[in-house]
DNA sequence: AGTGATAGTTATAAGTTCTAACTATCGCGA
DNA sequence: TCGCGATAGTTAGAACTTATAACTATCACT
């Protein structure tokens, strides 16, 4: 048989990829992904431009593979807060804390859209994750008296987070977390509250804090 | 003296500017601003190559001008609703249907930014066009009881508002507005809810109402 | 030790932005 | 109406980019 998984050739393999990838992020959270050039990261990593394509098939898929690396990250770190017992608001830190700690990254995940490209199939699946984290926190709060009419319409819809027993109160609460703080922190992340002298750690807790009163 | 104005060359100039940025949002609206190629606009408008540098300085600057005119038109698109007598629920409608009708201009403003570049100054000047009609809007609905910490801060943090004489509440109101209509569009713009059959003018709807009571 | 898969090389094609140098055209003033 | 100067366009080319083709060296396994 050949490469049982751990044959050199396999180990140097994935070691390489590595490095591809380690020099691809540099570039992206220094000059964002467009800047991101195959040939300048083969020199980096000591090969000669064509070489890099042995380890992936095209600029498309280096990046493709980078998305899903970021999609993991975030739902570790999602995962790791919850198991230590986040709330809501411990998830807004955290969140908060990963996309500040490298922007484009953030941006990779959820930034402009480029029309005609489709994230891979196991990125929403991770995703998925991530959602099911906030439906859990969403359902230790209290759910208010008459469902909204967004809650009854989220209740009736629900295939999109599979088989999570949520009520609509709680799909509702994870649904405007994620709304909510995502355009807090992409538009600071973007610099558009440059000059503003804002407290950004206010405005999220205020806006957390409105979810669990309502 | 040459030109005052409306001499024939000028005449032409503005012409040719005008077509070259009209098949430049083409291409940006169905193939994104990375896509955007200077050589295939110089050939859509009978000119080669080199010939387009007469107009735009490079690819930067029409991207920058790009930027200011899809500001502009936002700011124009605000304006006339306010005038119409539109509250904040009739901006948000308004921002929503601007947003849809070319999103690869939505995100050209509020979308991924890139390391290092920073808009001009004068598009900071339109920003606060928008600002100026939100705090209106903000400021036609009454003021909590006991300010919360964040209405205290922004009060005090007011240089970036002007001379708005907007309460701490209408700044927090006008702000979370952004944010929270913002963290809708940009998601569902960005195809971050697909598959999900969400109704996402009634999540418009509740988050803008929730202003409304607090 | 030999051999076949793998990893690297260089050359090349077809793009890109952008500069340089040159030419043709256009419009204004005399 | 003629001429001249500013403007608009041209082609050539430099320095990049992604990506493919063809070839060679290396490495690991039988």
Not at 22 to 51: C, D, F, Y
Not at 149 to 158: G, V
Not at 167 to 190: K, M, P, Q, V, Y
């Amino acid at each position: 048989m050949t490469d049982p998984g751990h044959s050199p050739r396999e180990r140097y393999r994935t070691q390489v990829r590595a490095d591809i990838k380690r020099h691809a992020w540099e570039q992206i959270a220094t000059a964002g992904v467009s800047a991101l050039s195959l040939n300048a990261i083969a020199k980096l990593v000591g090969m000669s431009g064509p070489a890099l394509y042995r380890y992936f098939a095209s600029r498309d898929d280096l990046i493709t593979e980078l998305i899903r690396d970021a999609y993991r990250s975030l739902a570790d770190t999602v995962a790791a807060a919850a198991k230590d017992g986040a709330d809501l608001s411990g998830l807004a830190w955290v969140i908060r804390d990963w996309a500040r700690a490298d922007p484009q990254r953030y941006f990779l995940i959820f930034g402009t859209p480029v029309p005609g490209y489709h994230a891979p199939d196991d990125t929403t699946a991770i995703a998925a994750e991530v959602m099911a984290v906030l439906l859990d926190a969403g359902e230790l709060l209290p759910a208010g008296e008459p469902a909204t009419p967004l809650e009854t319409h989220l209740d009736a819809h629900r295939a999109w987070i599979y088989d999570h027993p949520a009520t609509g109160s709680a799909i509702r609460r994870a649904l405007t977390f994620w709304t909510r703080l995502h355009g807090i922190l992409s538009l600071d992340l973007a610099g558009q509250f440059a000059n503003m002298d804002l407290d950004l750690d206010l405005l999220i807790a205020e806006e957390i804090d409105a979810l669990r009163k309502h």
